[in-house]
């Protein structure tokens, strides 16, 4: 005689794991790295390296001696963290600084919740944050992009496009006439212009995201709709006075954006969890990113505005609930 035995949900099960999850997006994070040792060379290595080693240290020994939980260090987050960390400040930055960053990162932005899954604000970004207010002068000193760099430290330093654009507007310049400063579009997509480590190259950080896609780590919702949020209210601005306001195709490919939209933005434990919760989520990331970027004092809002959604995240999930399955709608 069989029995049958009912278990608690859920019942639905997948080829999938923790780690599988998390070196899948590490594997898709390459490109992007590549391009970013490309063009800013030895320096962008030592930042990464340093970033991804001391972001699991710090992992380890919170958990080992404060927690005293299992260790899962090895999971691949610590190690995300560590590179997308990397890729949000310079590639000059001194070590001690990235130090400073990664135990932030991991010691305030993910284990004081709890760890991986806990934390309601993305690491990295608490991390980039907590640097671009603690230490202002390093975290604004870009390197300029320079192929086959072999210099541990750049003397050549300038600014990236959405600081020269700021700056620029504020004296009273043109737009036209400060796009004659700046590198072309095509030079943008592929990386060659000043800015964070990893974040320079669209097509790079692209080929990642849709790497991810096909694998499905992520869905399209987050990065679809908050890259299409930005370039649709930066082109209002556009279309109201393009001698004031930059086109949105420069938006897009300057700054942050798609390295925010595609990989911090979707982070599992810092976004919605319902499609149409993953839709009010990116809109307001990309709304907030252009307000910020055009009426803010800082040239860039992709990490303030993340942040700042990560923290209505609760309230989105428990307004676009997921229906159960099963669940009979009372009336």
């Not at 700046?182 to 669209?202: K, Q, R």
């Not at 790079?204 to 780590?217: E, P, Q, S, V």
């Amino acid at each position: 005689m069989s029995v049958l035995t009912v278990s608690g949900s859920p019942h639905l099960q997948a080829n999938q794991s923790v780690g599988k999850l998390m070196y899948g997006v590490v594997f898709s994070l390459i490109p992007a790295m590549l391009v970013s040792f490309y063009f800013f060379g030895l320096a962008a290595i030592l930042v990464t390296l340093t970033a991804v080693v001391s972001c699991m240290a710090f992992e380890f020994l919170i958990q080992k001696y404060l927690i005293k939980g299992p260790l899962t260090v090895f999971d691949g987050s610590a190690i995300i963290t560590g590179v997308l960390l990397a890729f949000n400040v310079p590639a000059n930055l001194p070590l001690g600084i990235v130090v400073i960053g990664s135990a932030v990162a991991i010691g305030m932005g993910k284990m004081t919740f709890g760890g991986l899954g806990k934390n309601p604000f993305n690491p990295a970004l608490v991390g980039r944050v907590f640097l671009m207010i603690s230490f202002p002068v390093q975290m604004t000193i870009y390197p300029k992009p320079q192929a086959f760099n072999t210099a541990l430290t750049d003397a050549v330093t300038g600014p990236t496009p959405l600081t020269v654009l700021k700056d620029g507007v504020s004296r009273g310049e043109s737009v036209s006439d400060i796009m004659l400063q700046l590198p072309d579009s095509f030079s943008m997509l592929m990386g060659n212009m000043g800015g964070s480590a990893g974040e320079i190259s669209a097509i790079a950080i692209i080929l990642g995201g849709l790497y991810m896609l096909f694998r499905k780590i992520i869905t399209w919702h987050i990065p679809v709709v908050y890259l299409a949020t930005a370039f649709v209210f930066a082109g209002i601005f556009w279309l109201v006075d393009p001698e004031v306001y930059a086109d949105p195709v420069f938006h897009l490919l300057t700054g942050g954006l798609m390295l925010g939209a595609i990989y911090m933005a979707t982070d599992y434990a810092t976004s919605p969890m319902a499609p149409r919760g993953m839709i009010i989520y990116a809109v307001g990331c990309g709304v907030l990113t252009i307000v910020i970027r055009l009426f803010g004092a800082y040239p860039e809002g992709v990490a303030f505005s993340i942040l700042i959604m990560n923290a209505f995240v609760p309230l989105i999930n428990k307004a676009f609930k997921p229906k159960r399955f099963g669940e009979v709608k009372n009336g």
